[in-house]
């Protein structure tokens, strides 16, 4: 699913217009990744979590050169789903 069929979705089921369903959708998504950028995680309670994860410095080796690199700590964004959506899907995809 694209970002333009989730906005047909809540049009239709709505009766909003898709330019303002589209314009929610986006300040939705610029809102999470200002937070994430500033280092807040997002909680949608029943749905998940946009977090930060921290990856720890590693040794990690270039194949085509042969060299050794360390590659240094470093974050990123993940999401976490929440327990209940998890077992809905679990329990509904075939």
Do not use: Q
Not at 45 to 55: A, L, N, P
Not at 57 to 64: C, F
């Amino acid at each position: 699913m694209t970002k333009a069929d989730i906005v047909n979705e809540i049009s239709k089921n709505t009766g909003i217009e898709k330019i303002t369903v589209l314009k929610t959708v986006e300040a939705f998504m610029d809102t999470v990744k200002d937070s994430l950028e500033s280092g807040k995680n997002v909680y949608l309670r029943g749905f998940g979590s946009f977090i930060i994860k921290k990856r720890a410095e590693k040794t990690a080796r270039n194949i085509s050169k042969n060299t050794t690199i360390i590659i240094p700590e470093h974050f990123i964004p993940a999401f976490k789903p929440a327990k209940t959506f998890v077992s809905k899907v679990k329990n509904n995809v075939k």
